[in-house]
């Protein structure tokens, strides 16, 4: 069982960054894709972005791109999402997540451990 730990949400101005991390437990996570994805106030969890298990492929989300950066530090078990120019549509739960699967980067249902969410407001 891989256990996720997110951190480093807050609240930021409009235009500001912030970067996010999560732990995982257990080393194995290096053979996972790791996701991101954030809930925001009455909507449905919504994919952001997403790591290969090599980290040599990154995805995106349209509304993200040019503005995150997920990256994965294999040595301390970490994947991070650096987020700048933020605006006030990115305020969300945002949860780290771990995917046996090769494919489906974008899809809630590829991922099996979750993490139980960091929040991220951005004030306008």
């Known amino acids: 069982q891989v256990q996720l730990v997110e951190s480093g949400g807050g609240l930021v101005q409009t235009g500001g960054s912030l970067r996010l991390s999560c732990a995982a437990s257990e080393r194995t996570v290096s053979t996972y894709t790791m996701g991101w994805f954030r809930q925001a106030p009455g909507k449905e969890r919504e994919f952001v972005t997403a790591?290969?298990?090599?980290?040599?492929?990154?995805y995106y989300a349209d509304s993200v791109k040019g503005r995150f950066t997920i990256s994965r530090d294999y040595a301390n078990n970490t994947t991070s999402l650096q987020m700048n120019s933020l605006k006030p549509e990115d305020t969300a739960v945002y949860y780290c997540?771990?995917?046996?699967?090769?494919?489906?980067?974008?899809?809630?249902?590829?991922?099996?451990?979750w993490g139980q969410g960091t929040q991220v407001t951005v004030a306008s």
């Open positions: 997540a771990a995917s046996r699967s090769n494919t489906g980067f974008n899809s809630e249902g590829e991922y099996t451990y």
């Open positions: 790591i290969s298990r090599s980290g040599i492929s990154t």
